[in-house]
């Protein structure tokens, strides 16, 4: 990443992440286990009405995860961090520069794929689908935001010259 072009003008960095064989993971996890309660109903499981509910809720867990929690767009500029997960980039948050007091760089160990997707505790927020790099914003507040980009360090780059901008 360079410096600003120029005085006036501002680089912006856009990217997204996104995981989809989560989505054949995941839905494997969820119907397995619906599958086998709908088989061990009273009857022969084919006729059972156990079987067509099992099979509309593992449709509903493995959409509603695709489409809110398996992908995340983040926008960085003078105008802050916008972060924008799933295929219609709902849940959103923005944070605004006065907001951020720094941003890094960190890595997200691989047994971190058991928390993949939005979480929120009181004092951190993720946004990550992925292991590996990833950039962390610690806002005035001391609260820390995570976030998988494909270029953590652009980020840090774009947020850290906003900011002296």
């Not at 695709?66 to 924008?84: F, I, K, Y």
Request: net charge positive.
């Amino acid at each position: 990443m360079t410096a600003f072009p120029g005085s006036g003008r501002y680089a912006i960095y856009t990217g997204r992440v996104t995981n989809w064989p989560l989505v054949a993971v995941f839905g494997v996890a969820v119907l397995a286990p619906l599958l086998a309660l709908a088989g061990m109903s009273q009857g022969s499981w084919l006729d059972s009405p156990n079987i067509v509910t099992s099979l509309l809720v593992a449709a509903f867990a493995v959409l509603l995860t695709g489409v809110t929690g398996l992908s995340v767009r983040t926008t960085a500029g003078p105008n802050g961090v916008s972060v924008h997960c799933g295929a219609f980039g709902w849940p959103r948050r923005t944070y605004r520069l006065d907001e951020i007091d720094r941003a890094e760089v960190t890595r997200l160990s691989p047994l971190w794929c058991l928390f993949f997707g939005n979480s929120w505790s009181p004092t951190h927020t993720h946004f990550t689908v992925r292991g590996g790099p990833v950039v962390r914003l610690v806002l005035r507040t001391g609260r820390y935001v995570t976030i998988s980009v494909p270029d953590p360090a652009a980020v840090v780059t774009i947020v850290h010259e906003a900011k002296v901008a």
